[in-house]
């Protein structure tokens, strides 16, 4: 079982910037690919972007593409999102998972991920 939390979600002018953490438990981080999602207001959940067990491989979403960063620190068991140019439809609860496939599975709308985080909440203001 892995147990995962993030943090770094708050208030952002549009155009700011953000960092979110996802910290995670257990011995097998190093193991596991790793997903942000994000759920907006009336939306389904949709994927924003993922990072292989070793960090060689990431996948993003169309709509974040040069603007969002994902890696990872495995000796702090440890996955970040940078976002930058944050625009108002990135107004969303984001949510951190994990796989324990370590690579990227794109054939699933959850990207075969098996644990979720609770979620933060990111709010860019125009």
């Known amino acids: 079982q892995v147990q995962l939390v993030e943090s770094g979600g708050g208030l952002v002018q549009a155009g700011g910037s953000l960092r979110l953490s996802c910290a995670a438990s257990?011995?097998?981080?190093?193991?596991?690919?790793m997903g942000w999602f994000r759920q907006a207001p009336g939306k389904e959940r949709e994927f924003v972007s993922a990072?292989?067990?070793?960090?060689?491989?990431?996948a993003y979403a169309d709509s974040v593409k040069g603007r969002f960063t994902i890696s990872r620190d495995n000796a702090k068991n440890t996955v970040y999102l940078q976002m930058n140019s944050l625009e108002p439809k990135d107004t969303a609860v984001y949510y951190c998972?994990?796989?324990?496939?370590?690579?990227?599975?794109?054939?699933?709308?959850?990207?075969?991920?098996?644990?979720w985080g609770k979620g933060t909440l990111v709010t860019a203001s125009s």
């Open positions: 998972a994990a796989s324990r496939f370590g690579a990227i599975v794109t054939k699933t709308p959850s990207y075969g991920m098996d644990y």
């Open positions: 257990g011995r097998t981080f190093s193991s596991y690919a």
């Open positions: 990072i292989n067990y070793n960090g060689g491989s990431t």
